[in-house]
């Protein structure tokens, strides 16, 4: 609850009120992207989509997982898809995402990858089959360091997963 110039109580702003409608479409999306892998995940108990403003316009999705942690190969996995579900929702509805708005995907994406190398071996592959041919970023060029060969691969992966759940169930995300 903000305050006016008098100190009178006022409510919040409303995310519609101080976005662009390109800005709430693309962060309505952006979310969506992370809620419906996230939804038709077996280790997610619960999913939560909220838009708020923090400066910029940004989004957030909690998730509650029926687990603490990701253990096993399949909800690493299913982490990295969720991670990747919010440039792949942008893409669809707005045929490109904003890498600004997704420097904390990417940041969960590589966190994700890193675990799944770590826990699984390199080389270790997704345990869905290939979905069809969507291009997917080159992820290797959004990190100042690289990536470790075969990274970009395995979110390669992530993404076109993300895109396909998505696809498949496009009158749900819409």
Same mark, same amino acid.
């Given at each position: 609850?903000?305050? *006016?110039?008098?100190?009178?109580?006022?409510?919040?702003?409303?995310? !519609?009120? &101080?976005?662009?409608? #390109?800005? /709430?479409?693309?962060?309505?999306?952006? $979310? *969506?992207?992370?809620?419906?892998?996230?939804?038709?995940?077996?280790?997610?108990?619960?999913?939560?989509?909220?838009?708020?403003?923090?400066? #910029?316009? $940004?989004?957030?999705?909690?998730?509650?997982?029926? &687990?603490?942690?990701?253990?096993?190969?399949?909800?690493?996995? $299913?982490?990295?898809?969720?991670?990747?579900?919010?440039?792949?929702?942008?893409?669809? +509805?707005? /045929? +490109?995402?904003?890498?600004?708005?997704?420097?904390?995907?990417?940041?969960?994406?590589?966190?994700?990858? #890193?675990?799944? !190398?770590?826990?699984?071996?390199?080389?270790?592959?997704?345990?869905?089959?290939?979905?069809?041919?969507?291009?997917?970023?080159?992820? !290797?060029?959004?990190?100042?360091?690289?990536?470790?060969?075969?990274?970009?691969?395995?979110?390669? *992966?992530?993404?076109?997963?993300?895109?396909?759940?998505?696809?498949?169930?496009?009158?749900?995300? $819409?």
């Amino acid at each position: 609850m903000g305050t *006016s110039d008098d100190g009178t109580p006022r409510p919040p702003k409303r995310f !519609e009120d &101080v976005a662009s409608g #390109e800005a /709430v479409s693309r962060t309505a999306a952006h $979310e *969506s992207g992370h809620i419906l892998p996230a939804w038709l995940s077996w280790s997610i108990a619960s999913v939560d989509g909220t838009v708020f403003i923090a400066g #910029e316009t $940004e989004g957030v999705v909690r998730v509650l997982r029926t &687990v603490k942690r990701p253990y096993t190969a399949v909800q690493l996995w $299913e982490a990295l898809v969720i991670s990747a579900g919010g440039m792949a929702g942008e893409v669809v +509805t707005h /045929v +490109t995402f904003k890498t600004k708005n997704c420097r904390h995907d990417l940041q969960g994406m590589r966190t994700q990858t #890193e675990l799944i !190398e770590r826990h699984f071996g390199a080389g270790i592959r997704p345990p869905w089959p290939e979905p069809g041919d969507h291009k997917a970023p080159p992820f !290797e060029r959004f990190y100042a360091d690289g990536l470790p060969d075969g990274w970009g691969d395995l979110m390669r *992966s992530a993404y076109r997963r993300a895109r396909d759940i998505i696809l498949r169930h496009r009158p749900a995300f $819409e």
